[in-house]
């Protein structure tokens, strides 16, 4: 009788720490063992309590066998993606400074090109100029009532102010501000000749003129330049 409570004790003693289904197993294991020997004597701690486990990614391990990266590991798998990334990097950089010059360059000859065509086209109608210099001119554009008067809303004037970087303006006179034609212009200069293709100052002496108009923009430490001329001759002045 007392071996039998002494039996008793050591196996609860065992079970301590083990799981539901971990007890349920030894203590088959223990019947067992009694139905084959025929004795009441426990199973071995050791014996009864089995290897726990965990799997992972369907592979068995040990406890003590999950660790995490080295240090080395983690460096090497950083230097890896480092080298397939940083050439991916610079085909995208490289990709975008092209674009962006592409379109700078775009920006520059449309700025220069829509300007310049504007100003010929209306200069081309002139009925009558009233001052020609080569940074300015002014003229009767059109009789927009036909009443052959030279009216507020029908004279215009071209002109840009010297300093790089400053706007082509176009104003009426009945207008209070002008209005810009083309931006970043560098330099710009009309120039007029007679009918002997001369240069002249004379207001009544102009056959055709020429328009230089330069346009520079500096962006990402590059400059875009686009330089056209033009050559008008006014159509309604009489020589």
């Not at 303006?169 to 007029?192: G, H, I, M, W």
């Amino acid at each position: 009788m007392h071996m039998s409570n002494k039996s008793h004790i050591n196996s609860k003693e065992s079970e301590v720490g083990l799981t539901p289904l971990e007890k349920t197993s030894g203590f088959k294991r223990h019947l067992l063992l009694i139905k084959i020997n025929g004795s009441l004597k426990p199973p071995s701690t050791q014996a009864a309590r089995p290897v726990r486990k965990i799997f992972l990614n369907g592979a068995s391990l040990r406890d003590k066998s999950l660790t995490g990266l080295t240090l080395i590991e983690v460096l090497i798998t950083i230097a890896i993606l480092g080298f397939v990334l940083f050439p991916i990097y610079e085909f995208l950089r490289q990709g975008a400074t092209s674009w962006q010059l592409g379109e700078n360059k775009t920006e520059v000859v449309q700025n220069a090109r829509i300007g310049l065509d504007k100003m010929c086209d209306e200069v081309k109608h002139a009925r009558e100029f009233y001052t020609i210099n080569p940074a300015q001119i002014r003229f009767w554009w059109k009789d927009i009532n036909d009443d052959d008067i030279a009216d507020p809303d029908e004279i215009l004037t071209y002109s840009f102010s010297g300093a790089s970087g400053d706007d082509l303006t176009r104003q009426f006179d009945s207008e209070a501000q002008p209005t810009a034609l083309a931006n970043y212009v560098d330099n710009f200069e009309f120039k007029y000749y007679n009918v002997a293709g001369a240069e002249t100052v004379n207001l009544d002496a102009v056959n055709f003129i020429t328009a230089t108009l330069r346009i520079k923009k500096t962006a990402q430490n590059h400059d875009y330049i686009s330089i056209m001329r033009k050559s008008i001759r006014p159509r309604n002045m009489e020589i």
